[in-house]
Structures are given as structure tokens and as C-alpha cells.
């Protein structure tokens, strides 16, 4: 997954345009860990893609059943309130094999996790701090895991220090 991909112009389909948030030259590596969401609730319209790339016809019919109208309650009650992932969709329909392409179009946009330092250049010149809530359900957070495992460093290991204060509740943030 490591080989450089750029975007083209020879798409058939009509109207077709990369997101703008999108890089025009990167790997699928990038792509995938750094700009597209692949945690989040698939929308419908990726359902219907879906539908065209899945071999299985009892798996199409899921499909296909999620994204109907006669469906939106099953959709509702199996996907969104549940908040499936893709990854998650893609386990319960295993004959669904959807090109690169189509993730590109219909996956959101990674957005960044903003969070406010707490610490004070004044105070303690040489520590960065900051506070957060770690998010376990319905699944874990993407940032907040990260930060809950990174380590404090000692003077020994480098000459600035990270320190980590995770709260449990969202009244800390300021």
C-alpha cells in the first residue's frame, strides 16, 4: 500500500470531482489513516454503491434492503443508532468488494481533533499539558486513545517534557 496514486481526468462518470480536502498525489496509506473517516456511520448513498459491488445475492439484498425506503427503519436501528462503522458493514456482507473509488467518493473527511493546552509557558516553561476526556463508547476515540498511551518523558529522555492529564468528564475542558 506504500506506491504513489494520483488523481486523474479520465473518469467516466459524469460531473466526477476529487473532494477538494483530498491531496492530489498520495499514497493509500495516507489517504486512508490521515484524510478519510473510515470510523464513520455509512451514509445510504455509499449503501447504494455498495449494492453494485457485492456478488453474494443474499448479501445484496441486505444491502440493498438497508438503502430502501422499506429499509429505514432496519437502517436506522442496524447502522446509525448502533453507529456501524464501514468496516463493520463490510464484515456483515462479505461478497461486497467496492473499488477504491467509491470509498474516495462517498467516505467523510477525517476532521481534525482540536484540544486546548492547559499548561502556561510561564509556569512551567518546559511541559506542554493539556486535558481530555477519553472516549471509550461506543467505541474508542481515535485522538483520545492515542494521547491516553502516550508517556511522560523524563528530563533524561529529552529536554522537554509532554504531560498527560485525562479526566473523565467533559466539564474539565475548558
Known amino acids: 500500500m506504500s506506491g504513489i496514486m494520483s488523481a486523474t481526468s479520465t473518469t467516466q462518470k459524469a460531473k466526477a470531482k476529487l473532494p477538494v480536502w483530498l491531496p492530489i498525489t498520495s499514497t493509500l496509506e495516507m489517504l486512508f489513516k490521515h484524510h478519510l473517516d473510515i470510523r464513520a456511520v455509512p451514509k445510504k448513498p455509499l449503501l ?9 445475492e443474499e448479501d445484496k439484498r ?3 434492503m438497508l438503502c430502501s425506503k422499506e429499509g429505514g427503519q432496519e437502517y436506522m436501528t442496524k447502522v446509525r ?3 456501524m462503522t464501514l468496516l463493520e458493514l463490510l464484515a456483515m456482507i462479505p461478497s461486497c ?3 477504491v473509488t467509491v470509498l474516495l467518493e462517498h467516505l467523510p473527511r477525517l476532521n481534525p481533533r482540536p484540544y486546548s493546552l ?4 510561564l509556569a512551567t516553561p518546559n511541559t506542554i499539558s493539556w486535558v481530555f476526556t477519553l472516549v471509550t463508547e461506543p467505541r474508542p476515540g481515535l485522538a483520545t486513545t492515542w494521547m491516553s498511551n502516550l508517556q511522560a518523558m523524563t528530563e ?3 529536554c522537554e517534557q509532554v504531560q498527560v492529564c485525562n479526566c473523565m468528564s467533559a466539564a474539565w475542558l475548558a
Open 156 to 158: 533524561e529522555d529529552s
Open 97 to 99: 468488494m467496492p473499488p
Open 62 to 64: 441486505k444491502v440493498a
Open 48 to 56: 447504494r454503491s455498495l449494492v453494485e459491488h457485492t456478488t453474494v
Open 118 to 121: 492547559s499548561s502556561s509557558p
Open 81 to 83: 443508532d448502533s453507529q
